[in-house]
């Protein structure tokens, strides 16, 4: 509201917004650049048992629509999750494809309550996207590995990924676009073969496949189900419609806290190993 935008009763953003209306910025916001960063979710009196959470959402330009009814729901969404887990903390991240675009990876500060709206507020909805059938959508991955301090593992639980997209999932994330756009220093290609046991062992990961068929793009297809399921099971890959985006949302979390997911082996991935 102190930006003029109409507010439902619910606390929900008005229905009408479009992804233009909501996401205005026109370049990377320094604030969301991962460049030589580590975001940290730490404990404290007020949370003392954090919930890290990444929210990964696929700005190109097909998935428009997702990512406004994600802005439009985040209140929803967090008012809910208050109710029944006290100590989430979101980082929203915007992912593109490393390949192609100006800006393939942005990433907030971890934040546990209206801060995260404000920057969510900053992304850049690039609307990019290449000819190579996938988004980056393992730079969630790599980001939460290499690039946050989480006190989670130190109580040896897990954080949570969550991407959200309507591609197939990407076979790699190539050496050049990682080392650009986080100021790394890899020597090959980041495989998803390789990096994928590598984030189970510190994340719970989750992917919301969207299926928007007012769209007259075509959004879920066998490729997604193909490449996603060799990695995610049925209660790791979640097929939703803009409708069921908020609470499915909602659910993952809380049910995902309910678990406390474990961390087998308690030893911090200190380097990248390729």
């Known amino acids: 509201t102190s930006r003029g935008r109409s507010v439902t009763a619910d606390g929900s953003l008005d229905s009408r917004y479009t992804a233009q209306d909501l996401y205005k910025s026109k370049n990377l916001d320094p604030m969301l650049d991962p460049k030589d960063v580590v975001r940290e979710c730490c404990d404290s009196d007020e949370h003392p048992a954090t919930i890290p959470v990444i929210l990964a959402l696929d700005v190109t330009g097909s998935m428009g629509s997702a990512a406004a009814e994600v802005a439009k729901k985040l209140n929803e969404i967090m008012t809910k999750l208050y109710d029944q887990v ?7 991240m915007g992912i593109g494809d490393l390949s192609y675009d100006k800006a393939p990876v942005q990433a907030s500060q971890y934040e546990s309550d209206i801060r995260i709206a404000e920057q969510l507020d900053k992304v850049f909805f690039e609307g990019g996207g290449g000819g190579n059938s996938f ?6 991955w790599y980001m ?3 690039h946050t301090k989480l006190d989670c593992w130190k109580r040896g639980k897990k954080g949570i990924i969550i991407t959200l997209g309507d591609e197939p999932m990407n076979p790699y994330l190539p050496k050049t676009g990682v080392n650009a756009v986080f100021g790394d220093h890899v020597e090959a290609d980041v495989e998803t073969k390789d990096l994928y046991p ?7 990961v989750y992917h919301l496949a969207v299926d928007d068929r007012h769209s007259s793009y075509r959004y879920f297809s066998d490729d997604i189900d193909r490449t996603w399921s060799k990695y995610l099971d049925s209660n790791h890959l979640k097929v939703v419609t803009l409708e069921s ?9 809380t049910n995902t806290s309910d678990n406390e997911a474990v961390i087998a082996n308690e030893e911090t991935i200190e380097e990248i190993g390729w």
């Open 198 to 204: 590598k984030v189970i062992e510190k994340f719970d």
């Open 245 to 253: 985006l908020a609470g499915t949302i909602t659910d993952i979390i």
């Open 144 to 146: 939460g590995l290499y």
């Open 135 to 140: 988004e980056s959508y393992t730079a969630a």
């Open 86 to 92: 006290n100590d989430v903390e979101f980082m929203v």
